[in-house]
């Protein structure tokens, strides 16, 4: 059972930056596909960004496009979530989720094609 740690989030401004790390703590990282999910009190988790295997695919929901940047460190075996020009909205636990369907260059935001996930980190945008 592999087992993925989030950090990284905090009480930002709206406006601001946060940056979100995930980790794997039995196997590297890089044999997932790796997504980022965010659920808000009352709402249903959903799918902000993901990255293949191999780094070169990524691929974003509307809500974070142009605003998020998803990237693999790999010396540091990490995958982080960049987030700029943060609102409100994007108020939530943000939890990352590793894949093993799908080859080395394919990405999903669909919540059912992730078989691991982390416990959260919670992302609070308020002045």
Not at 7 to 35: H, K
Not at 78 to 102: H, I, W
């Amino acid at each position: 059972q592999e087992q993925l740690v989030e950090s990284g989030g905090g009480l930002v401004q709206p406006g601001g930056s946060l940056r979100l790390s995930c980790e794997a703590s039995r196997s590297s990282i890089d044999y997932y596909t790796i997504g980022w999910f965010r659920q808000a009190p009352g709402k249903e988790r959903e799918g902000v960004s993901c990255i293949s295997q191999s780094g070169d695919n990524t691929v974003y929901a509307d809500s974070g496009k142009d605003r998020f940047t998803i990237f693999r460190d790999r010396a540091k075996t990490t995958v982080y979530l960049q987030m700029n020009s943060l609102k409100p909205e994007d108020t939530a636990v943000y939890y990352c989720a590793a894949s093993v369907s799908g080859g080395y260059h394919s990405t999903t935001l669909a919540r059912n094609d992730y078989r691991y996930w982390g416990q959260g980190t919670q992302v609070t945008v308020s002045s």
